[in-house]
């Protein structure tokens, strides 16, 4: 059965510090995967998904990005976190052609 | 960008039916309606999916408008674990929009 990582789980970091997010999927091959950001009390908003090894596509324009170096890995970063950024960060997948997007336990980040 | 209008909130008592409104005026010939359901402090978890004919699965049942202009997501006996955000999405998972886009959904309230 596929299941899917998230780490770490909360995480409470200083203006202006790195931040990485890392996502990984197991039992599945060439998922589609997914960054969505969720601020208090709001609803989700995508940030990055890729189709594949390499491919980024990038939904909002901001001082995060995203990377897929192996198929099963997905990794959210910043060189400098703003206050902004705080919220609650899922990855998720979904296998090419199926119709089902599967959430991960999510990270929760506090900027302070 | 969301595309389906949904209540803010909405209250049920335990044991009874709850029946959740969807609005997607705009949906085109191969969008399926997706719902989601969000559980506090979780990512979203799929609930059920249709394209035309209503759909039950073990979870809830969907009731599909004849022009298919809005849905009802329906719950048949609301336990105080169905309290969550509910999601309704319009979209097409094997055309070329890879990516799943939530709007604002509605804050189910269960009353014991």
């Known amino acids: 059965s596929q299941t899917i990582h998230q780490w770490p789980a909360t995480l409470v970091q200083p203006v202006g510090s790195p931040l990485s997010l890392e996502c990984t999927v197991e039992?599945?091959?060439?998922?589609?995967l997914y960054w969505y950001r969720q601020a208090a009390g709001r609803g989700l908003q995508l940030l990055f998904y890729?189709?594949?090894?390499?491919?980024i596509s990038s939904e909002v324009p901001q001082n995060l990005s995203a990377s897929r170096p192996q198929d099963w890995q997905f990794i959210l970063s910043s060189k400098k976190l703003l206050l902004s950024d705080s919220g609650f960060y899922l990855c998720?997948?979904?296998?090419?052609?199926?119709?089902?997007?599967?959430f991960g336990p999510g990270t929760r980040l506090t900027v302070l | 960008d969301a595309k389906t209008t949904q209540p803010n909130s909405m209250e049920s008592n335990e044991e009874e039916p709850v029946h959740l409104p969807c609005n997607h005026s705009?949906?085109?010939?191969?969008?399926?309606i997706h719902w989601y359901r969000q559980l506090p402090s979780q990512g979203p978890e799929y609930v059920i999916h249709?394209?035309?004919s209503n759909v039950n699965n073990r979870m809830a049942s969907l009731a599909i408008a004849e022009d298919r202009k809005s849905s009802t997501l329906i719950l048949h006996r609301a336990t105080l674990r169905d309290a969550a955000v509910y999601y309704c999405?319009?979209?097409?998972?094997?055309?070329?929009?890879?990516?799943?886009?939530f709007g604002t959904g509605t804050l189910l309230a269960v009353q014991p």
């Open positions: 890729s189709v594949g090894i390499g491919q």
């Open positions: 249709g394209l035309t």
């Open positions: 999405i319009q979209w097409n998972y094997g055309g070329a929009t890879n990516k799943l886009i």
């Open positions: 705009t949906i085109s010939g191969t969008d399926y």
């Open positions: 998720a997948w979904r296998g090419q052609g199926t119709d089902t997007q599967y």
């Open positions: 039992g599945t091959s060439n998922p589609n």
